[in-house]
């Protein structure tokens, strides 16, 4: 009664704590977050410190927040095209989490007074760094990820695909007609996709971005992300499947 039964003791036991630390991030992070908006709102922060439109910080904030917005609308809908439980509770956890950071992201953006939105600017234009070594080496390192990469100059966006890792419109569209395993094995090579581009812009934040607090944020993406890809590669093993790059 050890092997078969011992496995997914350990599995839930991953499953579980990948959570914990996710939540607890979030958790860590929220705090900062509205530390940092009550010393800005008391005028303790001087107003040359709000990052600019144009910025790293903005630009930053707004990708990522489309980006999570998709890992949750994925969670949400392998949720309901599984009884697994694993999955569930991961699919449940990522939605959480992601939906908590997004959150973070446009508070950001609003307690800066700078748009959701930004009209004229291409998707990822800050990994760039406006000259910046760095933010071009950032985007180099995702040629290549991604099922649509234009083989130059990084991702280009495409059939709903905004940024690197998104899945498609096509690929969302069968997603929601998948069941059971198949449904499970889909989700889990696009969220692994996700993670990478998702891992890759956290990175180019750490670099770029100068607000300490979401420089801090986007260092705990990376950590929990990176944890969840190795998670949802055992997952995927267990399926009889793997990442698909």
Known sequence: MSGADDAPRRSVTRTQWVAITAVVLALVFAGTATVASAARDDGTSPASRTPSSESADAGFARDMAVHHQQAVEMSFIVRDSTDDEEVRRLAYDIANTQANQRGML???LDMWGLPKVEAGTEPMAWMHGAGDTEGASGMEDMEGMDHGDAG???HEAHDGSLMPGMATKTE???????RGKAAEVLYLQLMTDHHKGGVSMAEGCVRLCSDGTEKSLAEGMVAAQ??????MADLLAARGAKARS
């Open 152 to 154: 130059q100059g990084g």
């Open 172 to 178: 969302l569209d069968q997603l929601r007609k998948a």
């Open 226 to 231: 990176q944890s969840e890809m190795s998670l």
């Open 106 to 108: 446009l508070g950001w």
